[in-house]
């Protein structure tokens, strides 16, 4: 060994150390180092898109996990808070029970997954003791951070409609697939409702998941879609700001509400655009943090991280790869279902499943007036069905593929052609209605059990046949539920608006003030449809009276 040699191994070996030291007091993030840039952005206020230039960053690869949270309270006593919202049961989260922490709740499940019920706070805290114990600039990122990282990270052609890996977003993602939809209804007793929607694949996870299992983004980072959804920076002001030059996260004073963006495990791909308004005291098990480091406008290389915690992690994702491995995939949705109704029988045919052998199909046929189902034929080897008993009410048919102890997600719907004439006046309820190929039909407890069905009109509007019998003037009143913001919603005549009716106040079933509507005699069809950014309308009847 020479003199020159020397200084060399002594500076490794007290690098080593003193990181090791370290170690047992904090872990960095395994960051991407993120290039500066530029992407459109959509204007709120009018959707038009806009140029935004970015400044160079990083970004952990992973949401930040309940390991390294650990190493800050253990440093510092810190008192996170006791009273989250996490279990989930046939109401999801309506359980009414609120006392999560951060390291007792539904979704401990390892070191290595997600921290959550820490709330803003806690995150702002933790990064800022981070940034004390390193010397660098964490923060939580920017919305114009995220949106950056997922328009130039090579993901399009897995979350935008027409990709070409649209339906292979699970190698990607954790989110609401076929296994979760399975397994979450088996277990915990929590149905995907119609108004969820359910990606054709399997990710094989049931709730939230370690990080780091999916594939990453041309930049290396992990699970910026689904898992957990990701709070930002940025203050939600009235959902309308553009954004900063450079990203930085857009601040107010009074900032009472902060923008998550991402999905969760347990909802489908989001509109990357959409800004879901978080309040800063609400504290919840799906939400979850990403930090960036501030490079103060310069690029810097990656860092890798912490060793213990990169060891750790690696350790854990094999593990849970291996479970995996051990679970068989489900037979692909079946598809382009069609019906045709000549009034004494149904005829439904759908495509032929392909990709897996020996497997059969079963009908399911839903009467929307009673929110009743029933199979009504199993074990069908071909693909087509002929129900020569259609019932009298309106009825929705889907068919499901099996394939083993395994169920495909339910085709698509299509609805016999029965139609209803109101003669007025008359209360019209709203599940009985003429057409709605989107529109749900679902029971609530807030109702009374007589009257407890409503209808869900989600991105569509439904349609009522009316009978007339004397022009002139009428009162219509709807029933419908407002859950707490602005609701407003349209009624049509043949296809003109006739009336616009909005809601406000307390959450909760509303029964607004009447209305004067002018009606010509004769037949005519009744729409109602929401109207505005709200895209969703539960309804449970309307009067429809002569003055």
Not at 397 to 416: C, K, P
Not at 489 to 499: E, M, P, V
Request: some cysteine; glycine content about 6%.
């Amino acid at each position: 060994m020479n003199n020159k040699t020397l200084p060399i191994i002594m500076a490794i070996w007290c690098s080593q150390v003193f990181a090791g030291s370290k170690s047992a007091v904090f872990f960095e993030p395994p960051t991407a180092s993120i290039p500066a840039g530029s992407f459109m952005a959509k204007d709120h206020t009018n959707n038009e898109r806009y140029k935004v230039s970015m400044m160079p960053f990083q970004m952990a690869k992973y949401e930040l996990t309940v390991a390294e949270f650990r190493k800050f309270v253990k440093d510092t006593g810190y008192q996170a808070p006791t009273t989250c919202n996490h279990k989930i049961g046939p109401r999801w989260f309506g359980t009414g029970e609120k006392d999560g922490a951060w390291n007792n709740n539904f979704f401990n499940l390892s070191e290595y997954h997600p921290v959550v019920c820490i709330g803003i706070k806690g995150a702002e805290d933790y990064a800022a003791w981070l940034s004390k114990k390193t010397g660098k600039r964490y923060q939580l990122m920017s919305e114009a951070q995220w949106l950056y990282v997922m328009r130039t990270g090579g993901y399009d052609e897995y979350v935008s409609e027409q990709g070409k890996k649209r339906h292979q977003v699970c190698e990607i993602a954790n989110l609401a697939d076929r296994h979760a939809k399975a397994m979450t209804e088996k277990i915990y007793q929590a149905p995907y409702t119609p108004v969820y929607q359910i990606e054709d694949c399997t990710d094989r996870e049931i709730l939230s998941a370690t990080v780091g299992l999916y594939k990453a983004d041309k930049y290396g980072v992990h699970d910026l879609l689904g898992n957990i959804q990701e709070v930002v920076a940025d203050c939600y002001v009235d959902g309308k700001q553009r954004f900063v030059q450079g990203g930085a996260a857009v601040s107010t004073e009074n900032c009472t509400s902060r923008i998550a963006k991402g999905s969760s495990w347990h909802w489908e791909v989001p509109d990357l655009d959409k800004r879901v308004e978080m309040p800063v005291d609400f504290l919840a098990a799906i939400e979850g943090f990403r930090l960036v480091i501030d490079t103060q406008g310069k690029e810097k290389p990656a860092q890798l991280g912490s060793a213990e915690f990169v060891k750790g992690l690696s350790k854990a994702q094999q593990q849970v790869k291996i479970v995996h491995a051990q679970i068989a995939d489900y037979p692909h949705q079946v598809k382009a279902l069609t019906i045709k109704d000549n009034g004494t029988e149904v005829v439904l045919n759908w495509q032929e499943n392909t990709a897996n052998l020996g497997v059969t199909y079963s009908v399911v046929r839903r009467d929307l007036v009673t929110n009743s189902e029933q199979v009504i034929a199993k074990w069908i080897s071909t693909n087509q069905f002929v129900d020569q008993n259609p019932i009298k009410n309106k009825a929705r048919y889907q068919v499901v593929a099996h394939y083993g102890e395994r169920d495909s997600l339910a085709s698509n719907t299509v609805d016999s052609n029965v139609q209803y004439v109101h003669v007025l006046p008359t209360r019209i309820q709203g599940e009985v209605f003429s057409y709605g190929e989107k529109v749900t039909v679902h029971s609530s407890v807030f109702e009374p059990k007589q009257d407890s069905i409503y209808v869900n009109v989600h991105n569509t509007k439904a349609d009522y046949r009316i009978s007339v019998s004397k022009a002139g003037k009428y009162t219509l009143q709807p029933r419908v539920f407002h859950d707490g913001s602005t609701l407003s919603f349209g009624l049509y005549l043949n296809d003109q608006l006739l009336k616009e009716i909005s809601t406000s106040g307390e959450s909760g079933w509303q029964t607004p003030n009447k209305v004067v509507v002018t009606l010509p005699k004769g037949q005519n069809t009744l729409s109602i449809q929401p109207i505005g950014e709200r895209t969703q309308l539960s309804l449970n009847w309307i009067d429809l009276k002569k003055l």
